[in-house]
C-alpha cells in the first residue's frame, strides 16, 4: 500500500521569495506522483506530474519537483511566489501499474504569501 | 468546455437523517470518482465507476454510504443515515480513463460541503 507525508502543515512566506513544500511517499511499487493545487472555494487542480523520463518536471506558472527516488521524495518548488500562489497544496501517488488510476493524497500544505 | 459540476455545494443536516449528492462529470469521460475530503487531511477515495460499473469502492462505507452512475453520466452519493463524522466535503472528479489507461489527468469539481449536527 501507498502512502503520502507531506512535512508542513502550512508554509508562511513572504512575496517574491523562494519556497520548497515538501513531499515523501511510501511504496513497494514504481509510483506516479502528482502535486495538486486547491485555491479557496474552488476544486483541485493538476500543478504537475511525474509519469517518466526526466526526473525535473514543470508547471506552466513556474513551480517544479524533483522525482527523487533513493529519497522517496518529490517537493515542489518555486523560486519567487506571488500573492495568487496563496492555496492548499496536495501530493499525490498512483501506482504505476495500476489500472484504476486511484490517487493517494497527503494532507495537504497551506501556501500562505505575505505581502 | 465545461468542468466537473457538483451540487449541492454546501449542506447542513441533523444526524441520522439522510443527504444525497450529485455529480455530472465532463462529457465524455468514462471514469467517474467520489473522494472524502475532511478537514485538515487529503482527499480519500470512496468510490470509482468506469463507466457505469463500479472499479474500486473498497474504502466506500457501504452501510450507510451508496452510489450509482446510471447511464455512465451522472452520478449520485447518498448517505443514509449521516453521521457526526460524515462532516466533510465531498469531492468528483472524472477522467477520459479508458480500461487500460492509468494516467489520465483527473478534473475535480467544486466539492460539496457536509455539515452533520
Known amino acids: 500500500a501507498q502512502s503520502v507525508t507531506q512535512l508542513d502543515s502550512q508554509v508562511p512566506v513572504f512575496e517574491e521569495a523562494p519556497v520548497e513544500l515538501r513531499c515523501n511517499y511510501s511504496?513497494?511499487?514504481?509510483?506516479?506522483l502528482f502535486w495538486y493545487v486547491q485555491y479557496p472555494n474552488q476544486g483541485l487542480q493538476l500543478l504537475l506530474k511525474?509519469?517518466?523520463?526526466?526526473?525535473l518536471v514543470e508547471s506552466i506558472n513556474g513551480f517544479e519537483a524533483e522525482f527523487n527516488k533513493s529519497q522517496t521524495s518529490f517537493h515542489l518548488r518555486k523560486p519567487s511566489v506571488h500573492i495568487s500562489d496563496t492555496a492548499e497544496y496536495f501530493c499525490?501517488?498512483?501506482?504505476?501499474?495500476?489500472?484504476?488510476?486511484?490517487?493517494?493524497f497527503g494532507q495537504g500544505t497551506t501556501l500562505q504569501v505575505k505581502p | 468546455e465545461a468542468g466537473v459540476a457538483q451540487s449541492p455545494r454546501y449542506k447542513i443536516i441533523e444526524k441520522r437523517q439522510s443527504v444525497a449528492f450529485w455529480c455530472n462529470p465532463i462529457?465524455?469521460?468514462?471514469?467517474l470518482y467520489w473522494y472524502q475530503q475532511i478537514l485538515g487531511q487529503g482527499p480519500k477515495l470512496l468510490i470509482q465507476f468506469q463507466n457505469n460499473g463500479v472499479v474500486d469502492d473498497s474504502q466506500l462505507p457501504k452501510d450507510r454510504f451508496s452510489a450509482e452512475r446510471l447511464k455512465g453520466v451522472d452520478s449520485t452519493l447518498k448517505i443514509q443515515p449521516a453521521k457526526l463524522e460524515d462532516s466533510a466535503v465531498y469531492l468528483c472528479?472524472?477522467?477520459?480513463?479508458?480500461?487500460?489507461?492509468?494516467?489520465?489527468?483527473?478534473?475535480f469539481g467544486p466539492g460539496t460541503r457536509l455539515t452533520v449536527l
Open positions: 499525490a501517488v498512483s501506482e504505476s501499474s495500476s489500472n484504476t488510476g486511484k490517487l493517494i
Open positions: 511525474y509519469l517518466s523520463g526526466s526526473t
Open positions: 462529457s465524455g469521460h468514462a471514469t
Open positions: 511504496s513497494s511499487v514504481s509510483v506516479y
Open positions: 472528479a472524472s477522467s477520459q480513463q479508458r480500461l487500460a489507461g492509468r494516467t489520465d489527468t483527473q478534473y
